[in-house]
């Protein structure tokens, strides 16, 4: 039989904080995940006392600050991708009716904080994380395989309990999006031969250490919000590598679409390219990385906007 919790019967569960720190109230949605890392840690050190009239055993340890902090692999799906987004970027503009478009932006002050239950129903024990917040987020680009994503997250706390604080879990079904359904563009021109690549989307987060007693972080500071990524290529010709010389900005798009009114658009409006050379490795197609910065464009007044179409009214 089973030894103690098993993945299997792993449930998380989150909801928008109202006041940051404070476990949200009322039903949480419960959100898929391929794997989630955010766990709380504590260092505890021990010092060389000399001459403390103990023999060369050690003394007590000293404990270091409670820190919160992890990684969530979540699927890119038509629906919950936008809770995190919403972390991430904070509160789109939705328009539409039955068929919705959310559009998020990043440099948002107002990012939101959420309340995050692990729940571990097979033992009755529940980890409850406040105060969290959406770093990073990082995308691989592929030919095939389920889109997915990488979550980067921080918390101000984490408490444990028997008894769950979420609720009646609201669950959704959803559906993913695959990256063979995927598109990448450049100046609204398909870039050709893409076998790979990635972006991160950041916020440059930063958790606070302050003298206190609890041994808690004070906050979380924002910094500069923006991405950057690679692309891999079959070397066709010299454009990509042109373009970087020439140090010149370009729209470029990664999009996911399972259909007219079910789509995903990650675009970087003023996008710099840095190609490398053409190393070659055998006898078979060469290939070309190109390294991509997005920068802040003044039309869109932001430097990434991530356009998800859905059925879902409003987050």
């Known amino acids: 039989m089973p ?7 792993f449930k998380l569960r989150t909801k928008q ?9 009322g039903n949480y949605d419960q959100v898929p995940c391929l794997s989630f890392g955010m766990t709380e840690q504590q260092d505890m050190e021990q010092d060389a006392v000399l001459s403390s ?39 789109p503009v939705d328009t539409g009716a039955s068929d919705y478009t959310h559009v998020f932006k990043d440099g948002s002050s107002s990012l939101p904080s959420n309340s995050f239950e692990k729940a571990f129903p097979d033992i009755t024990r529940f980890e409850m994380a ?92 924002f910094g500069l919000s923006g991405a950057s990524g690679e692309l891999t290529v079959r070397f066709k ?7 970087a010389l020439a140090r010149t900005s370009a729209d470029m798009r ?4 399972l259909s007219a009114v079910k789509s995903l658009e990650f675009r970087f409006p003023r996008s710099f390219l840095a190609a490398r050379g053409n190393p070659i490795e055998g006898p078979r197609g060469i290939s070309q990385t190109v390294a991509f910065v ?19 009214a409003t987050y």
């Open 3 to 9: 030894v103690g919790a098993q993945g299997a019967a």
């Open 17 to 25: 904080e109202t006041t940051e720190g404070t476990a949200a109230s």
């Open 53 to 91: 009239g103990a023999n060369r055993s050690k003394a007590d340890p000293v404990y270091g600050l409670r820190r919160v902090q992890g990684e969530a692999v979540v699927p890119i799906d038509t629906i919950h991708i936008g809770r995190w987004l919403k972390m991430l970027l904070g509160a």
């Open 130 to 221: 406040k105060g969290v917040r959406a770093n990073t987020m990082a995308v691989q680009i592929a030919p095939d395989g389920a889109a997915q994503a990488t979550i980067g997250l921080m918390a101000l706390s984490e408490a444990l309990s028997a008894t769950t604080g979420a609720g009646t879990p609201v669950i959704t079904a959803y559906e993913r999006f695959h990256r063979v359904n995927g598109s990448i563009e450049r100046a609204a021109a398909p870039i050709a031969a893409v076998t790979g690549g990635n972006f991160t989307i950041t916020n440059d987060m930063e958790m606070v250490a302050a003298v206190r007693n609890d041994f808690l972080m004070e906050g979380i500071d």
């Open 237 to 243: 010709d010299h454009t990509l590598r042109t373009e």
């Open 254 to 257: 990664y999009t996911l679409t």
């Open 294 to 312: 997005a920068a802040y464009d003044p039309t869109l007044a932001c430097a990434v906007q991530v356009t998800l179409k859905n059925q879902t």
